[in-house]
């Protein structure tokens, strides 16, 4: 989020915003059932985390009426899955998560997730993998064509393998530096979220991001009210400020990513709509959400991820 649109936001209310970062979804879930619940009063997961933190009794109900603009929320994004009705948050930030080549290093067709799993030789060892288990596990299972939320043991077996032979090739887990790691060279193959992609290429033009025919996944970032909120008040006016077009607009200006409020696409920098990380090309795959497993099965998961994580 741009520190202009924070100071924006002080200026306008005379609140003040302090804001911490975390490079995944799982460790601000870890963070906030370590005792942060009480301390924060919003969040910023993304769409399954949104399902298992309601689940968690982490979130707190928006009244009706209690958001002045909820009515600017774009239709596609007022009734989420994840969130039926927008009762506990707001829509932020949407995109995609896929990876990118430096194709000064490889020049071999790219849109294959065996560039992630089953690298060429000259790939082996530069590549940089996101350190966000619902990501690599999706992505893991759209290369194998399985399920994400598996129960056959046999499967699961094979996916386990699948990840141990592929950890061999991989030099890095990485979120917060994906962009930093890929425009230095200390890889050559980074799983990236597509803004992040947008701006590494800017930096270094021999950076394509990659649209796998296996698929890719698609994930939406939300504002969501924690429970036991010590500035309520202050958090929903900030939840309403990011719902006027103008603002939320800034943020994907500066993000590069998509945005989900009505009236916001005639504040974007019209570069937005060109992007080639925003615009898979015929032959993509399907992108498809994270799923929510149940708890048996997420607990095999778990177990699979901390193996590889050795």
Known sequence: M??????????ETG???TMDTYDSNESMLASLKAGALGT??????????????????????????????????????ADPSFDPGRKSSIPYQWGSTSFSVNTAAY?????????LFDPP??????????????????????????????TNRDMLKGLNAMLQEAKQHWASFNSD??????????????MIYDGFAAKARAE???????????????????????????????????????????????????ARYGHGVTGASEHLDP?????????????AGQGVFIEVCDEQTQAVYDQIWTNLKK
């Open 271 to 283: 570069e937005l709509a060109t992007l080639p990380e925003s615009n898979p090309p015929a032959g």
């Open 204 to 254: 270094k033009e021999t950076l394509k991001y990659a649209f796998p025919s296996q698929g890719y996944v698609v994930w939406m970032d939300n504002v969501v009210l924690l429970k036991d909120a010590p500035n309520r008040e202050n958090a929903l006016k900030f939840m309403d400020f990011l719902l006027e077009p103008e603002n939320i607009a800034a943020v994907s200006n500066y």
């Open 177 to 190: 530096t994906a962009k930093e790691v890929m425009v230095s060279g200390d890889a050559d193959v980074g």
């Open 40 to 77: 924060y009063d919003v969040a910023v997961p993304g769409d399954y985390m949104v399902s298992i933190m309601a689940g968690e009794g982490m979130l707190d109900t928006i009244a009706d009426g209690e958001l002045a603009n909820k009515g600017n929320i774009a239709p596609e994004w």
């Open 15 to 17: 609140i003040e915003v």
């Open 107 to 115: 020049s071999g067709e790219i849109n294959d997730t065996s560039i």
């Open 121 to 150: 030789a000259e790939l082996s060892g530069k590549i940089n993998m996101l350190d966000s288990q619902g990501g690599v596990m999706a992505q893991a299972s759209l290369h194998l064509g399985m399920a994400q939320c598996e």
């Open 2 to 11: 741009p520190a202009e649109l924070l100071e924006k936001f002080t200026a």
